[in-house]
């Protein structure tokens, strides 16, 4: 691995199963799904939907409590603000924290499954 991010991805996904081959699964149909929710969490943000803010941070919790605990936070704290209809400026600001991460980890996670897909094909 090539830098702190993936060497702590590895480890997490090493502790999910030994098998390469499952974390690449893991890792496709998380960022597939993630990209899709990502997009969808900030047009909610954008548009001011309480409800869909919920909606799309709940579908984010599970899989960001495998991969990413500071987003998960995050992600929790928007869906309780949608839920409770929080003001905007409040949703917005955690947004624009939550999305700063997103950028970061993406790559990270991309990284990842092509390394392990270079690898499973060898």
Same mark, same amino acid.
Do not use: C, W
């Given at each position: 691995?090539? $830098?702190?991010?993936?060497? !702590?991805?590895?480890?997490?996904? $090493?502790? @999910?199963? %030994?098998? %390469? ?7 496709? @149909? ?49 869906? !309780? ?10 949703? =917005? ?6 999305? =700063? !991460?997103?950028?970061?980890?993406? %790559? ?9 897909? @270079?690898?499973?094909?060898?």
């Amino acid at each position: 691995m090539e $830098n702190q991010a993936e060497a !702590k991805l590895q480890e997490t996904l $090493n502790g @999910i199963s %030994p098998k %390469p081959n499952i974390h690449l699964k893991l890792l496709t @149909i998380f960022l597939s799904q993630f990209e899709t929710d990502v997009k969808e969490l900030e047009e909610s943000v954008t548009n001011q939907d309480h409800q869909t803010v919920f909606q799309t941070a709940h579908k984010l919790k599970s899989a960001l409590k495998i991969f990413d605990h500071d987003m998960f936070d995050q992600v929790s704290r928007l869906e !309780k603000y949608g839920a409770d209809k929080e003001d905007f400026d409040l949703i =917005k600001t955690e947004y624009s924290s939550f999305n =700063k !991460k997103v950028l970061n980890k993406i %790559p990270v996670l991309q990284s990842v499954k092509d390394k392990l897909e @270079i690898s499973l094909s060898d």
